[in-house]
């Protein structure tokens, strides 16, 4: 079996510390590096408070080549200020010395609570650690990917390998945690590597579109952290002709294997979720047009009530109906049909008589599809959505800031 | 004591029977007559998924006097198509007839399951049943209120008086349900009589603005029924003169009792919302405009996590400005400062050190405001929202359709 993770494509090495950050005794510091450099994407957070580093990993993927990536867990370092930001920089700086590199060509991801402050002599020891550990093994990309968790339960790591002009191309990623979590966490972290020779604006292009249709396909509970934030770095070591033209197959088929790794670490992190015990798809077909397709699949995967009968095995179509109802789109409900999976329940606005049992066993699945025509146009989207449990409240409610 | 109930204000009578629409064995149909007619006003969800009852209610609002309103509580007639529709007329015909009045001239709600048709041999009959019981006495008012609850613990009335140009005008109101209940209901009527003269006019701009700044600022689960309906009827028996202008005194003073009326029932409805132990108020201020506080109050009270907190009583800070970053106004979080009544736990972007203690006991109450200054402008607004529970999941999870 070859090397997974993300020390697989050529030109990365990794590492991952317990530098004392977190009160658990568990890893929560990891360190990328490419020492030779690598071309940088990176896509963040809508939401409009964000943490310090991505503020600063804004400003730094502006660099030509990046020659590291610093992350710690445990905190967020959000909500904290310009004494937080001057310690992202700082984490940066500090990297860079390690790593002989500028600081402005380090990049940098915090994950955890918000409003606590990084304890700098602990992480900026822990980064000198993390440096002389540095390997290009699978162990080492492994204790990376247990670096970033927080509340998750396992670490989540994939990839795959594409030929790109006679070349063996290798994407690889780690992920953690879906789900704001007690007592206050800002979440979702994604390490993308690749070995790709491509052009950084195709990169960007590449790593805006992939996590359009994969992770930012996913609603758990609706809201963007202040700290979700995606980097992929490409160190062209493959070997293969450049890639710098969006319309060439080259790109296409670079694109195609970015994306289904991404879908593959976004479906890891569902499952992974807090309290989900099952995740499912809703695809909406029919809609005026893909903006109200998106608009009406995020709000079914959103909406409470269809995410506990989901929870509870319910095979609940007026619910269903209600949340397309109130999303906004354009709807006639006449017109409405919507299956679950095969199973036809509702048709042009009526409710069918269908096979329960068969119903709830569909429902019962690990994972099932919604799918909804709104029978008003061409538009199509889907998104998906994981179920809302007791264990959900009982971990947001009652673990204590 | 004076009379309590929609039979309070002169002009009205009221009933409520048990006609067997429901399986439970309680009441599930009730009527309000006002034999000399009354102007009527109404507002609807904004669900574009409407039961037949809000699109009969639409058509019959343009008639200059309303002679009754006829609820039926069990099933929602939602979903149904046309003999749904035809069924909603059919209620209004065949409480007309016992009425002496045109078809034309009744209101009609229902509430309870979606996708369900109504046992009209019940209904029609129950309709005949309601119509010989018709009093004006309080106990009348208190079978209609509990004949319109679904799985409302407890029925809701409340009643007001007023002077105005030295006339006592009365307002009264009964309301049912909020959250969307299980298998998949659609929940919340709000009935109120009056006994003003008032053009029908300002009785709609009366009611529409009521309803905004008392029903429409609850949110349960953040999505509007398919039946959600709010009627207004006015019999003008107090023998005030006629209440024609906007700006007038007399106008206001109707008004402010109404919204008292209103937010009354709105509070009592959050209190018997599914699942809900707790109800909070949230208050924003220092916005660029009232949208982008009302969105921002909204985003607050709607996140499950807040909610959650709540439940917990953990006083979750964290949760709240991530909540606002997400809601799509225009925030910097430098200038937000957030407070748990009077106890500030968050200046200008920072943490402030505060009394846990303090804090939690704040947030354990029955009720309490979130105060957040956005120091972006002066538009201000508020939402009421209520705690998220294991029980509401429960609720919502466990029952099969």
């Known amino acids: 079996m070859k090397k997974q ?22 890893k929560d510091l990891g360190m990328i590096s490419c ?23 804004r400003e730094n993927l502006a660099c030509a080549k990046c020659f590291g990536v610093v992350v710690n867990s445990g905190v967020a370092n959000a909500c904290t200020g310009k004494k937080g930001l001057s310690d992202a920089r700082s984490m940066c700086r500090e990297a ?51 670096a970033i968790l927080t509340t998750d339960t396992v670490s ?10 006679g070349k063996e191309v290798t994407i690889a990623g780690a992920i953690k945690g879906a789900g704001m979590i007690a007592p206050n966490m800002a979440t979702t972290l994604c390490f993308l590597t690749a070995d790709a020779a491509i052009s950084k604006r195709l ?35 493959a070997g293969n002709a450049p890639i710098s033209r969006p319309k060439s197959p080259d790109y296409k088929k670079f694109y195609e294997t970015l994306l289904s790794v991404c879908r593959n670490l976004t479906r890891q992190m569902a499952l992974d979720a807090e309290g989900a015990t099952k995740i499912f798809k809703v695809e909406v ?8 397709a ?38 006639n409900v006449d017109n ?38 709104l029978g008003a146009g061409s538009g199509s989207d889907f998104c998906w959505g994981c179920d809302l449990s007791k264990k959900y409240v009982e971990i947001n409610a009652d673990y204590h800031t």
Not at 6 to 26: E, R
Not at 36 to 55: C, D, I, L, P, R
Not at 156 to 165: A, L
Request: with cysteine; hydrophobic share 40%.
């Open 336 to 373: 409405i049909t919507c299956r679950l999976g095969r199973l036809t329940v509702f048709r042009s606005g009526r409710p069918v008589k269908f096979d329960k049992k068969r119903a709830e066993e569909i429902v019962s699945q690990k994972e099932h599809t919604i799918l909804i025509d």
């Open 5 to 26: 993770g993300l020390t697989a494509p050529a030109g990365f090495l990794a590492s991952g510390v317990q530098a004392g950050i977190k009160d658990l005794g568990s």
């Open 96 to 146: 860079g010395k390690a790593l002989k590199a500028d600081q402005g060509a380090m990049l940098v991801a915090s994950t955890g609570v918000i409003g606590r402050k990084l304890p700098m002599d602990k992480v900026r020891s822990g980064i000198r650690t993390c440096a002389d550990l540095l390997s290009d093994s699978q162990e080492a990309a492994r204790d990376f990917a247990e």
């Open 203 to 237: 990169l960007q292009k590449a790593l805006r579109e992939a996590a359009g249709e994969s992770l930012n396909k996913l609603t758990v509970d609706g809201h963007q952290s202040t700290n979700d934030t995606a980097l992929l770095l490409s160190s062209g070591k």
């Open 285 to 292: 077909s029919g809609a005026v047009s893909k903006k109200d």
């Open 294 to 331: 998106r608009k009406a699949a995020r709000a079914v995967a959103d909406y409470d009530l269809v995410k506990c009968a989901i929870n509870g095995s319910d095979p609940n179509w007026g619910r269903i109906i209600c949340a397309i109802g109130s999303c906004g789109a354009k709807v």
């Open 35 to 57: 020492p030779q450099g690598a071309k940088a994407a990176g896509v963040f957070t809508t939401n409009a408070v964000v943490s310090a580093a991505v503020e600063v990993c």
């Open 156 to 165: 989540k790591q994939h990839t795959e390998t594409v030929r790109i002009s």
